[in-house]
């Protein structure tokens, strides 16, 4: 909706509604320069619609990259280039899946992908191949690791129902700190692998990333393999890490043992659940996604170490049903890390957060446990 379409009243809800969904301290918590989330919330306080205010950003800071670039200066052309690619990505968000959304996902992917081409080692766009789509996803080794004949450990990291890989750039560069590779991926039914790779979610999902494993494996640069998932993510990475013996360590950041459970407090939510099931019609997703579970038998499969972080107040994911998944869990080496007043994901206590994830992966990635000696 443009603001020549909306009265007052509606474009103000609806801009209040996206700043909730995207508060500052999840922007800046993920990348997005403080003044840029600055003059978004501002440009959307007087009716610009929100993806054309985050476009506006974004070119404005693809500008600056081009000029840094032709100066010589591929530091500064770097962090223009994810600038650009946070107000890309932020932009989207908002949209349904239409040629508008594809446009700026695709500005959002350039835009990130320049930067990558301008890491040391260079970021990989990597399509693995599933059924009759891919799976989209962007590899990063870090600096010294991986190279030479010494691999290095690898995690894969996701989001939820509207979560992007991209907004996890910033929990990459921790690991990447202590030598630790990362795969942002866009499982089936999210960002990428939905949009362009023709993929959606389905009971199967577990199948689709163990292939995605499969690709990890096979990579003579790589070592062992972790799973991080954030919000409906962290349901989706305990079932994975349960079904796939080859997941040597797992953090579940904000999730469930039942995605459902958002659309009992929020129940318009359905519009993000139904492009991720692929499914229309809002009752029929409604009811689909109840089938999705984790319970003492699937959970009994959850040997290798877990991790597992939630803030009290969540009412996205009540705390204890993230508690339960943690409790059910059969690993030995697990560990629970609850903020009183932690918001959904843990967004404002992001250093907090990423130190401890990736010092708890290093640990564990690093170590003969890695090699099997958990299972």
Same mark, same amino acid.
Request: net charge negative; aromatic share 8%.
């Given at each position: 909706?443009?603001?020549?379409?909306?009265?007052?009243?509606?474009?103000?809800?609806?801009?209040?509604?996206?700043?909730?969904?995207?508060?500052?301290?999840?922007?800046?918590?993920?990348?997005?320069?403080?003044?840029?989330?600055?003059?978004?919330?501002?440009?959307?306080?007087?009716?610009?619609?929100?993806?054309?205010?985050?476009?506006?950003?974004?070119?404005?800071?693809?500008?600056?990259?081009?000029?840094?670039?032709?100066?010589?200066?591929?530091?500064?052309?770097?962090?223009?280039?994810?600038?650009?690619?946070?107000?890309?990505?932020?932009?989207?968000?908002?949209?349904?899946?239409?040629?508008?959304?594809?446009?700026?996902?695709?500005?959002?992917?350039?835009?990130?992908?320049?930067?990558?081409?301008?890491?040391?080692?260079?970021?990989?766009?990597?399509?693995?191949?599933?059924?009759?789509?891919? %799976? *989209?996803?962007?590899? @990063?080794?870090?600096?010294? /690791?991986? !190279? #030479?004949?010494?691999?290095?450990?690898? &995690?894969?990291?996701?989001?939820?129902?509207?979560?992007?890989?991209?907004?996890?750039?910033?929990?990459?560069?921790?690991?990447?700190?202590?030598?630790?590779?990362?795969?942002?991926?866009?499982?089936?039914?999210?960002?990428?692998?939905?949009?362009?790779?023709?993929?959606?979610?389905?009971?199967?999902?577990?199948?689709?990333?163990?292939?995605?494993?499969?690709?990890?494996?096979?990579?003579?640069?790589?070592?062992?393999?972790?799973?991080?998932?954030?919000?409906?993510?962290?349901?989706?990475?305990?079932?994975?890490?349960?079904?796939?013996?080859?997941?040597?360590?797992?953090?579940?950041?904000?999730?469930?043992?039942?995605?459902?459970?958002?659309?009992?407090?929020?129940?318009?939510?359905?519009?993000?659940?139904?492009?991720? %099931? *692929?499914?229309?019609? @809002?009752?029929?997703?409604? /009811?689909? !996604? #109840?089938?999705?579970?984790?319970?003492? &038998?699937?959970?009994?499969?959850?040997?290798?170490?877990?991790?597992?972080?939630?803030?009290?107040?969540?009412?996205?994911?009540?705390?204890?049903?993230?508690?339960?998944?943690?409790?059910?869990?059969?690993?030995?080496?697990?560990?629970?890390?609850?903020?009183?007043?932690?918001?959904?994901?843990?967004?404002?206590?992001?250093?907090?957060?990423?130190?401890?994830?990736?010092?708890?992966?290093?640990?564990?990635?690093?170590?003969?446990?890695?090699?099997?000696?958990?299972?």
């Amino acid at each position: 909706m443009s603001s020549a379409d909306a009265t007052p009243p509606e474009w103000k809800a609806a801009a209040d509604a996206h700043q909730r969904a995207m508060p500052l301290q999840r922007l800046t918590g993920n990348g997005m320069d403080y003044a840029d989330v600055v003059a978004l919330y501002a440009a959307v306080d007087t009716g610009v619609a929100w993806d054309e205010a985050a476009e506006k950003l974004g070119k404005e800071n693809v500008e600056r990259a081009e000029e840094a670039a032709e100066a010589g200066h591929s530091i500064s052309a770097r962090s223009w280039w994810l600038a650009a690619s946070c107000c890309f990505r932020v932009g989207q968000v908002v949209l349904e899946d239409s040629a508008r959304k594809r446009d700026l996902f695709n500005q959002m992917m350039d835009a990130y992908g320049r930067a990558g081409a301008l890491s040391d080692p260079p970021v990989e766009h990597v399509h693995v191949p599933y059924q009759d789509g891919t %799976l *989209g996803g962007w590899l @990063a080794l870090p600096q010294r /690791r991986g !190279l #030479g004949g010494e691999s290095a450990p690898v &995690v894969i990291i996701f989001g939820g129902f509207d979560g992007w890989r991209e907004e996890y750039h910033v929990a990459t560069t921790y690991l990447h700190q202590r030598g630790v590779g990362t795969l942002l991926l866009d499982g089936p039914g999210q960002g990428e692998s939905r949009l362009f790779g023709n993929l959606v979610l389905d009971h199967d999902f577990t199948k689709a990333f163990s292939t995605v494993v499969d690709h990890l494996v096979d990579d003579p640069r790589l070592g062992p393999v972790g799973i991080w998932g954030n919000s409906m993510g962290g349901y989706l990475a305990a079932a994975v890490a349960a079904a796939d013996d080859r997941v040597v360590a797992c953090c579940v950041n904000g999730g469930t043992v039942r995605p459902a459970e958002i659309l009992d407090r929020y129940p318009r939510f359905t519009a993000k659940v139904q492009p991720l %099931l *692929g499914i229309p019609d @809002a009752d029929e997703a409604t /009811r689909a !996604l #109840g089938t999705y579970l984790l319970g003492e &038998v699937e959970l009994a499969g959850l040997t290798c170490p877990l991790l597992v972080l939630h803030g009290t107040p969540d009412q996205v994911f009540l705390v204890e049903n993230a508690r339960t998944l943690h409790d059910l869990a059969a690993s030995t080496d697990k560990t629970w890390r609850e903020w009183a007043d932690g918001d959904h994901c843990i967004y404002n206590h992001s250093h907090e957060k990423h130190t401890l994830v990736a010092d708890w992966f290093a640990d564990r990635l690093t170590t003969d446990t890695a090699t099997g000696g958990s299972r």
